[in-house]
């Protein structure tokens, strides 16, 4: 059975930084692309970054570029995300999500349940 699963989210400081994790299984992960979206309150999902089965050419939105990074890593079936400088408008729901092929497309086929981050004083 697929299952991504989400992890730490949580309060955070503006200015500060986080790290998101996503265990991926039931699947072979080094054969597709991942990626991070999110979804603020009352707005729609977006996306925050992506990145190819090799890790090669990621992706990432104009509003986290320069303060993001997404990383992988094949051997422990786990998706990263990488974010400084948090700002009160990172806060949302963050989703992994799984491509339908190796290479990053925008188009994903199975997302987790999300963790909730929320960047406030």
């Known amino acids: 059975q697929l299952q991504l699963v989400e992890s730490g989210g949580g309060l955070m400081q503006p200015g500060g930084s986080l790290r998101l994790s996503c265990a991926a299984s039931?699947?072979?992960?080094?054969?597709?692309?991942m990626s991070w979206y999110r979804q603020a309150p009352g707005k729609e999902r977006e996306l925050v970054a992506g990145?190819?089965?090799?890790?090669?050419?990621?992706r990432y939105a104009d509003s986290v570029k320069g303060r993001c990074s997404i990383s992988r890593d094949n051997a422990k079936n786990t998706l990263y995300l990488q974010m400084n400088s948090l700002k009160p408008e990172d806060t949302a729901v963050y989703y992994c999500?799984?491509?339908?092929?190796?290479?990053?497309?925008?188009?994903?086929?199975?997302w987790g349940k999300g963790t909730l981050v929320t960047v406030s004083s």
């Open positions: 999500a799984k491509g339908t092929t190796y290479y990053f497309n925008y188009a994903m086929d199975y």
């Open positions: 990145i190819s089965s090799s890790s090669s050419n990621p």
């Open positions: 039931g699947f072979t992960f080094s054969d597709y692309a």
